[in-house]
């Protein structure tokens, strides 16, 4: 079999990312930021807009989850015994600050509660019990994703870039969700952001049982990473995995 070495097009593509980020997401020194904190009643609209309905439930106590005197209002989500809670910060910085007093929410691997993270608001889904059966995974799958897509998309107004490049063997894809906020507070301007790259490479010749494992490096700037071991699929797709974190999106 071929061992390739498949980092041309995604180094390409990377630093592309690099030059189009300093150029269109740079801060200018005394550029004036609007308030776009969210509140409540326009966190409560955009579920109900798309689709999953929020409905108070008065039966449980805000007390048991206050946060540093923050109380959640508590929903049910959909006709569903879910819970989704709500907690409105009165800044960015407030939020940040309280939750860095706190070990609570860190944990993004969890059934038992899954937190979202949308400006100055924390939203926390707790479901009604943790998945054991194929169809209960399922459907907490489905319930996790739609309230993923909403933050995401609607309350942070998350944003897709897809870079391709390719050569005479190879196409190369980079598919880059973010989002990034600048609030000014106090004087002082506080920056939030998260991102998500996941690349993509297509063998576009025919002797696919051929070629493989694969190595696949790339380069950005000061960054640049590399992995190996990947292989192709039936049909010439090779999926390399997917990163995330926060900081300056590049």
Not at 60 to 71: E, F, M, Q
Not at 176 to 195: A, C, M
Request: hydrophobic share 35%; glycine share 8%.
């Amino acid at each position: 079999m071929k061992k390739l070495r498949a980092w041309g097009i995604v180094a390409s593509i990377l630093i592309f990312i690099v030059i189009v980020a300093l150029v269109a997401c740079g801060y200018k020194i005394g550029e004036k930021y609007k308030d776009n904190r969210l509140t409540l009643k326009a966190v409560v609209k955009t579920f109900n807009a798309e689709g999953l309905a929020l409905k108070e439930d008065k039966s449980k106590s805000p007390d048991k989850y206050v946060l540093n005197g923050v109380k959640p209002t508590i929903y049910r989500v959909a006709k569903s015994d879910d819970t989704l809670l709500i907690y409105i910060f009165e800044s960015f910085g407030d939020k940040k600050e309280i939750l860095s007093k706190t070990h609570k929410f860190k944990d993004t691997f969890t059934f038992g509660e899954i937190p979202y993270h949308a400006k100055n608001t924390l939203i926390l889904f707790i479901p009604a019990k943790i998945p054991e059966t194929e169809e209960e995974f399922i459907s907490f799958s489905k319930t996790a994703k739609s309230i993923s897509d909403i933050v995401f998309e609607k309350l942070n107004e998350g944003k897709e870039r897809v870079y391709k490049g390719e050569s005479e063997s190879w196409e190369g894809t980079l598919i880059l969700k973010y989002y990034e906020h600048r609030f000014e507070e106090g004087g002082v301007i506080r920056y939030d952001s998260y991102y998500e790259k996941t690349p993509a490479l297509q063998y576009k010749k025919s002797d696919i049982e051929n070629v493989g494992p694969l190595i696949f490096e790339y380069e950005a700037g000061s960054n640049g990473g590399s992995a190996e071991g990947f292989t192709l699929n039936n049909e010439g797709y090779a999926k390399l995995g997917s990163s995330s974190g926060t900081g300056a999106i590049l």
